[in-house]
């Protein structure tokens, strides 16, 4: 029986990959490598980019908008551990554990792994016992702050590390007669940007990209993202700021896959590497200073837009493929490749890559819909078909339209050309019709799109700031207020 490790990293942008060879020089030879041995999927997306609805996804299969959440939240997260994919793994003679940020509520729920070695949590508690007690996040910034910093901790005390250690620990306490499943989920590159010493001047002398400012951005700014951009008061944050942000981001993906490079150099020496699938992917992207904006949540590409490589036994090595994907697609695709069957209570959204990964073409993939949504403060949705992007903003109404084959950074807003409005209109009417089937609550009783108009006060946004102050942490606490 085959092993499975899925990799999971936070905020991580799909441009980001050494492999790719363009102006983003971020440095990952591991991942590189795994892409070379196996496939890349250029154009893997997610349907609701945040943190916590994409790991009930990676979990279950399922989209938010058929679980009805949608952004971060404080209830508890919508995983039947007993029909989860560890449960269901387990089950069938797995031994299964998880790594990391698990980013559940509540904290220490194991949604159907039997052990969890959970970030922030037991990290935190474990730098207390090394001589860091609270120096996680101890240079002052939080979560949510994008400035570029070091780390307050050396290297072999990052949380990056850590993980890693964990799961090298793992390798070796295991059952040598179980298969296993193991969920490696990193804190990084999500900000903030603090990689340790030497990732923190390891991209000094690069050319590192200015962030793209489409016209569209400049001039005609939907409301929801000004108010993005105000209330986390990115508008202070000039493009030598956003350079050095970056040389920080790239140097913690860097991290991530040195130490990556430690787990598969374990795989290797305990002759585990050739029977183990092996999935890296990211639960969001990261705008990087593009747009004005950090951090996720828009329907824009580099928000929705994150890494996929598979490698294993039986995955056919190819080129990049260019086929549509999802983070859904995760479950189904791994318990049809270990021939095991879902239970009859799994309802998924995903639908299995198997075929792709074993060299064929999968046409059903290839012109499928894909619909997005986010809730709370950016309420709006999407839906792709392959070719292009339509975007609905509930606050004002407002839209956008982009050709995605063409344009895939979303740089030329085509919602407002008399040209394209049949295009727009057919995508709208699709839109609404996927989400009320989902019961969305972007749709009103009358089956039209809910419309608010909230005044744009841009003085009191800035004023209310959330995202700072945040650091640092001690003993153990977990995300709670917006950690």
Known sequence: MKNVVMITVDQMRGDCLGLLGNEHPVMTPHLDQLSAEGVHFSRAGVTCPVCMPQRVSLLTGQVASRFGLTDNFHVRSPIDRSHSLPAVLTRNGYQTKAVGKMHFEPDRARMGFEHVALHPNDYVAWLEDQGYGGMYRGHGLGGNEVYPVRSAVPERYTHTHWIVDRSVDFLHERDPECPFFLWMVFEAPHSPFDPPEPFDTMYDRFDIPDPLHPEWAVENMPVTLKRKRAIANYENLNDQIIREARRKYYGQITHIDYQLGRFLGELKTMGMLDNTLIIFNSDHGEHLGDYGLFAKSTMLSESMHVPLIIRGPGVVASETVE??????????????????????????????????????????????EIVGEIGNDVRAA???????????????????????????????????????SEIKSALRIRLRERLKEYGSQLIQEDGNFKVSKEPLDLKALRSQNTLGMRGPMRYGQGYGGGW
Request: glycine share 6%; charged share 30%.
């Open 323 to 368: 086929t549509p994907v999802i983070n859904a697609d995760l479950v189904p695709t791994i318990l049809e490749y270990l021939n095991i069957e879902a239970d009859t209570e799994m309802e998924f959204d995903g639908r299995s890559l198997l075929p792709v990964l074993q060299g064929e073409t999968d046409q059903a993939l290839s012109q499928r």
């Open 382 to 420: 999407s839906i792709s078909d392959g070719e292009w992007k339509y975007i609905y903003y509930e606050d004002h109404g407002e839209e956008q339209l982009f050709h995605t084959k063409a344009d895939p950074y979303d740089m030329e807003d085509l919602s407002g050309m008399a040209e394209y």
